[in-house]
Structure formats: C-alpha cells, structure tokens
C-alpha cells in the first residue's frame, strides 16, 4: 500500500476522500489537520477519531497558530489588508500555511502522494496545489472531488452507504474558523440576493451595553488587551472571546476568484477587523504622508497575491520588509468602544503622535510658521494650475 496524505477537516468532503482513497484505491491514508487557530483539544480529538473510523491509518493535529501569525497575519495588520476594502482573507492566509505543514509532513513520513478535498470551482484548489507543486512536485496531487465532479448529496450518500454515520445536517453551512476570522458558506451566499440568517454565524449576541477596551500596540503588533501584555496571537484569541460577545464582524465578502468567476462568502471575524482599524488609526497618528500613501497600494497588492496563493513568489518577501520597516513608530494605544454589532474608535494616546500641538492646532493655531509664510507657500503651490489654465485660455 503506497502512503498517502490527506488534509482533513473532518467535514463531509475530506470524509469522503479519506473514505474512498483508502477504500476504493487501497492507499494507506494518513489523515493530518493544521490547527490555525479555531481548534479545541476535544475536538482536534473527536476529528482524530473520525478519521481512524472511517479509514485512516494514522491522524495527527499540527499546532501551526505561531507560525500562522508570524509568516502571515503580522503582515497583515502591518498593511491593514481588507480584501476588496471588505474581507480580513480569513481562509486564504490559513490555507497558505496548512498547505505548507502538510508538505512537510508527507515528506516526513515519506509519502508518494497528497490529497485535499477541493472542488473544481473555488480558490482553495489552486493555493494548496501551486504551494504542493512549487514546494514538492516529486509528489502527485490526488483530488477526487474535484476529479469526480461530485456534489454534496452524491457523498453522503457513499458514505451512508459505507457504514459511515455521522451528523451531516450539521454541516449545512460550511464553517471554517481559525485564528483570523471564521468564514461562513451556504445556499445564501451560492446566489447574489440572499443574507446569511444569524443561526449560520458562529457567534451570537450576549452583551448589550458599551464597552470600552483598549489595544496597546508596539512597533504595530498587538501587544496587550486592557493593559494586559501576552503574546500577539494570545491577544487576538483575547480579543475575538470579548468583541464576539458583540456579534462585532460579520458581512458577506464579493470577490473576483483565481479561476475567473465571482464568489460570495460569509464571514465573523471580530478580532481581524478591530485590529486593523485600530492599527490603520494609530498608523494615521504616527506615520508620515508619503509612508501612508505608499503602503495602501502595497498591502492591497500583498493582500491580492497572498489571497491567489502567490505567497512563495520573492516578492512577498520584499513587501514584507518594506511593511515591518513602516512599523518602527507605530507605537502606543488605541481606545475602542464596543456596542452590538458594531465598534467605534475612539482615540489614540503615542509618544509618537505627530498631531504635535508645538507646530500647530489643526484650523485654529498656526505656531510654527507666519501668515506671509502661508501666503507664499499657497501662492508657489498654486503656480502649476495658474500656468495650466493661462495656455488652455489660450487656445
């Protein structure tokens, strides 16, 4: 029996594959999942289980939270990456990292081939193929929902029929949680008319009344929650288990997918959303004119090539170090409100504000320069278009 490695979920479509392989074409299957965040021991335990019941050979869960955070979700809070000004890449950037520790994995144990549960119709079949081919194209990529052309009913039904009993009602709406946000798919989003019911996001309302909180932020990571310093990706479980109380972060992200075709997907990321906005308001306070300028087209470019599976290009390397250098004085505290279904910010305290009021108050004092400097200044400023509109008069 020749080894083979499957990225399981536990959900209905790697249930089938590992079913089938193993089955069907005799492959010994070992059954591995990348915890991104999301997971608990009981469950990563109960998915363990499953996959031994259903045929696999072996199961292991590999913490990659860490990892997560420092090779991807660091970079983008550093850019505020909102894909289409809208969606925290919740997904794409765990699917970057998983596809990663699966390839190691398979070589570890020396396995000829890698199976995922992709379909043929989304994004995820080409992040965890280019990163298989690019990383380990010895290895063959064996996908047979995709292959197969099956539809949801097609694999419950083999799997019924194999002896597999599992609550499969639970799944009707496909839920993938992790560290930067929980994506949310079902019959609403497959069309443009419908919103998502409240029952299909993960959390829901329990808190009514305001809250304020505040994010301390050094060097732009998230570094303590209500004064509290841990490590960043603990403070962002931290704050997701206070903003979900609020049902704070769900909407429903439209978007141009790698094969060409428009796609609709739910999502609750609470924790994403507060921390962008809040570290896109200190950046406003802290860092200059052109810095800002500069890196909005640069992380919605880094935002586009990490969400098409671009991750292992030279170039995300080089827009990563131009992001870290930007952060050198995005130091200090972000004060936000939190109300039902909704977050404001309220302000910033930084030893690096430049809202200096030394040089000045914005429409009220003018400390650092004279009115005869403000006449001259406008006056130069206003050469270009006094000499554009002379020759177009002109003419």
Not at 99 to 124: C, F, L, M
Not at 226 to 249: D, F, M, Q, T, V
Not at 314 to 334: C, H, I, K, W, Y
């Amino acid at each position: 029996m020749e080894k083979l490695v499957i990225a399981y979920s536990g959900g209905l479509d790697t249930s089938y594959c590992a079913k089938y392989l193993s089955k069907e074409q005799g492959f010994e299957v070992h059954a591995v999942s990348v915890n991104t965040g999301g997971f608990t021991k009981e469950e990563i335990q109960k998915i363990g289980d499953n996959a031994r019941k259903i045929g696999a050979t072996s199961y292991k869960n590999i913490d990659a939270v860490l990892s997560f955070y420092n090779k991807v979700v660091k970079y983008l809070i550093f850019g505020n990456v909102l894909k289409n000004n809208t969606y925290p890449l919740s997904v794409s950037a765990e699917r970057i990292i998983q596809a990663i520790e699966i390839v190691n994995y398979a070589r570890e144990i020396g396995a000829g081939y890698i199976a995922h549960g992709s379909t043929g119709a989304g994004n995820d079949q080409v992040r965890f193929d280019m990163i298989f081919q690019t990383l380990a194209p010895e290895i063959e990529i064996i996908t047979p929902i995709r292959d197969k052309k099956l539809i949801r009913q097609e694999e419950i039904e083999y799997l019924e029929a194999n002896g597999v009993e599992m609550n499969w009602e639970k799944a009707k709406y496909s839920v993938n949680k992790g560290l930067w946000g929980t994506s949310v798919g079902g019959a609403e989003t497959l069309t443009s008319e419908k919103p998502l019911p409240d029952a299909a996001y993960p959390s829901q309302l329990q808190e009514k009344e305001p809250k304020q909180i505040s994010l301390g932020f050094t060097k732009g990571e998230l570094t303590a929650v209500n004064g509290e310093e841990h490590s960043p990706e603990n403070n962002i479980e931290i704050l997701e288990e206070i903003a979900c109380k609020y049902a704070i972060g769900r909407d429903i992200h439209v978007g141009d997918t790698i094969i060409g075709i428009k796609g609709r997907v739910g999502f609750e990321a609470a924790a994403a959303l507060i921390t962008i906005k809040a570290h896109h308001l200190l950046e406003k306070h802290t860092l200059s004119k052109w810095q800002l300028q500069h890196k909005d087209y640069l992380a919605n470019w880094y935002g586009t090539h990490l969400h098409e599976g671009q991750y292992l290009d030279p170039v995300m390397r080089d827009m990563e170090a131009f992001l870290e250098n930007s952060q050198e004085q995005v130091t200090g505290t972000v004060y936000v409100s939190l109300h039902p279904f909704r977050f404001v910010l309220d302000g910033i305290s930084s030893p690096n504000d430049l809202m200096n009021t030394g040089f000045g108050k914005y429409g009220e004092e003018n400390n650092a320069w004279t009115a005869s400097d403000a006449k001259g200044f406008i006056k130069i400023l206003s050469n270009a278009g006094k000499i554009y509109q002379h020759v177009k008069q002109n003419q």
